[in-house]
């Protein structure tokens, strides 16, 4: 009964932080007080990478700050052998995101001549594939790895404060963070905005998978019309 109530708890939080987060967007704090909010740097490395490399940043810029933020990383070119599959196909199912959300992306356009960059970068638990046309980013896949509610203690401080921080600092990539749909008992799962770094932002949360938390960021206008 512990486990359930405390899952319960969890899901209540999250609803609670998505409101307050909406509460203060929608009204805002002080001048003082929101021009103070913007300078402060986040918390979470994936948060402020994302915040730092947005998209339509140059690949020169990107690779500096994915090796400031202490990421591990790779550079790979579409015509080596397996990038295709390492930038849009394995963890976080960069293309899998794209065609949920009906993006329709240049990556096949110019193959065989022509395809895109990807830098796969690491950092505890989190993988980040950001794909360039061009040398710039054009759009970026991240999967966060906030350990399954099935593996831990549900009242595990450490994962939980985890989980509060990442989901705090999502909201203020977004001026417009929204729930867009949420499970059989009304636990939210997926988030968008159209006000995102460089693009719009949409995270599918999953409490179940070990890389719970997924987040795409592609550029405005390249969705298809009327496709969730």
């Not at 203060?24 to 979470?44: I, S, T």
């Not at 001026?175 to 968008?192: I, Q």
């Not at 693009?199 to 969730?228: E, F, K, W």
Request: aromatic content about 8%; charged content about 25%.
């Amino acid at each position: 009964m512990k486990r359930k109530d405390s899952n319960f708890a969890w899901h209540v939080l999250l609803i609670a932080l998505l409101a307050a987060s909406s509460f203060v967007l929608a009204y805002g704090p002080e001048p003082a007080e929101a021009r103070k909010l913007q300078r402060a740097e986040a918390n979470h490395p994936v948060i402020r990478l994302i915040e730092q490399t947005p998209v339509g940043t140059s690949e020169k810029r990107l690779l500096r700050m994915v090796k400031k933020a202490g990421f591990s990383f790779q550079r790979v070119v579409w015509k080596d052998k397996g990038a295709m599959a390492r930038g849009l196909v394995g963890n976080p199912h960069h293309l899998k995101m794209l065609n949920e959300r009906g993006v329709n992306h240049p990556f096949f356009d110019g193959l065989p001549d022509k395809g895109p960059t990807f830098v796969v970068a690491s950092y505890a638990g989190s993988r980040a594939v950001y794909a360039l046309m061009d040398a710039k980013v054009w759009s970026l896949g991240y999967g966060v790895n906030l350990q399954a509610q099935r593996d831990l203690d549900y009242d595990d401080p450490e994962r939980v404060g985890h989980i509060r921080l990442i989901f705090s600092e999502l909201a203020r990539l977004c001026a417009d963070l929204r729930v867009e749909e949420a499970d059989s008992y009304g636990n939210p799962r997926v988030f968008a905005c159209t006000k995102g770094p460089g693009g719009p932002l949409y995270a599918r949360y999953d409490a179940t998978q070990l890389d719970s938390l997924s987040i795409l960021v592609h550029p405005i206008g390249a969705r298809t019309p009327n496709v969730n």
